[in-house]
């Protein structure tokens, strides 16, 4: 076994697929602690203010906070939420939006290639787009992800942030 450490410029033996495996254990955690996050939040509320109901939320709630952080840094999950929520009227959104299509495209290959088809298309649409129609290709990734036309998946996470949104203005 190699005890040494390295230098501060040497790369590490790995470090690729830890990053990988602690992505997909942050995504899959999240998740898991979101839903027993919502679980716990309606069992607090329709239960009325019960001391017991509020002590076991109060840790998932915490955790539901830290489980949303680390999807926010997933690179589908920071465009989708873009898409999503983000305010088309800004004069920057076309650009940022093209910004975030060919982020996915080219730095993520593997990602890009595990999305659904019409989805794949329509952000090389959006990213060889140009700078006057980016801000219509990007609505119509918004609109089509929220009507269920990139799968059921893609839209319930669409909905979901979308109502994340909507709780957090009110």
């Known amino acids: 076994m190699n005890n040494t450490i390295p230098s501060p410029g040497t790369p590490v033996e790995g ?45 998932t709630a ?40 060919t982020f996915i495209l080219d730095k993520r290959p593997k990602l890009a290639a595990k999305l659904p088809a019409a989805l794949q298309a329509d952000l090389k649409a959006l990213k060889d787009a140009a700078a006057g129609d980016r801000v219509a290709k990007a609505t119509h990734i918004r609109d089509t992800a929220l009507n269920g036309g990139y799968g059921p998946k893609i839209q319930a996470q669409a909905k979901r942030m979308q109502e994340e949104k909507a709780d957090r203005k009110a």
Do not use: C
């Open 15 to 59: 470090r690729k697929r830890t990053k990988a495996r602690t992505v997909v254990v942050g995504v899959l955690a999240a998740g898991l602690l979101l839903g027993g996050g919502v679980i716990a939040a309606n069992a607090a509320t329709s239960s009325g203010t019960s001391t017991t109901a509020a002590a076991t939320s109060q840790p």
């Open 62 to 101: 915490a955790a539901a906070v830290a489980a949303k952080t680390a999807l926010a840094r997933h690179p589908l999950a920071v465009g989708l939420r873009f898409f999503v929520n983000g305010d088309s009227s800004k004069p920057t959104y076309g650009q940022r939006a093209a910004k975030i299509a």
